[in-house]
């Protein structure tokens, strides 16, 4: 199989858009933790074109969070020019190096947007403090106008800061809304 191959020559893979097939979430569950180097999912692609990839993506994170992370993305999918410029992951990078683009994308450590017209800027993520004390998940974002968090498929909460004690033994994530599109974070898992 392509994936066993992926992982022998330590590579890194995630599915695409896949609104497109009917593969069942058991399907996608069942491979994410037979291969750890499969690390994430294609969650916006070609402007919007398989809407269901995000409840795909949820679904999938309601089976297997908070114990296994299943990273989101967003690119452009291009196969024609009139597809470029409303899809883009931002990685978090300390250096802008192979090895640290490869570590953020196996991590993690990135957000991913959808804008409404080419050239557009989505919320952009300033910070993301954790306070465990607190039991609490504050985003600092700039052209934000909305936070939605979603647990579950479902969005349980809004605004910049949320309580994470009901979300234990599951996942939270946020979208930013913003006048021209989406930013949305990659799943915190919530454990004891």
């Not at 009917?22 to 294609?42: F, I, K, M, Q």
């Not at 402007?47 to 114990?67: A, E, S």
Request: charge should be neutral; glycine fraction near 8%; include cysteine.
């Amino acid at each position: 199989m392509l994936l066993t191959g992926v992982g022998a020559n330590n590579g890194i893979a995630m599915f695409n858009h896949p609104g497109r097939y009917s593969n069942s979430v058991d399907w996608y569950a069942n491979h994410y933790r037979t291969y750890p180097h499969l690390v994430g999912l294609e969650v916006y692609n070609q402007n919007d074109r398989y809407p269901n990839d995000r409840q795909k993506w949820d679904q999938i994170l309601t089976v297997l969070m908070p114990g296994r992370p299943v990273w989101g993305f967003a690119n452009d999918d291009m196969h024609s020019i009139s597809h470029l410029g409303y899809n883009y992951s931002v990685l978090l990078l300390p250096s802008a190096t192979q090895a640290e683009a490869r570590n953020a994308m196996v991590k993690g450590q990135h957000y991913f947007t959808h804008v409404n017209t080419v050239g557009a800027l989505a919320p952009t993520i300033n910070s993301i403090i954790v306070d465990e004390l607190a039991g609490t998940i504050t985003i600092n974002a700039s052209d934000c106008t909305q936070v939605r968090w979603i647990s579950n498929g479902l969005q349980v909460a809004t605004g910049a800061t949320v309580n994470v004690v009901p979300y234990v033994n599951k996942y939270l994530r946020a979208e930013l809304q913003g006048a021209n599109g989406i930013t949305y974070t990659n799943p915190f898992g919530i454990r004891q």
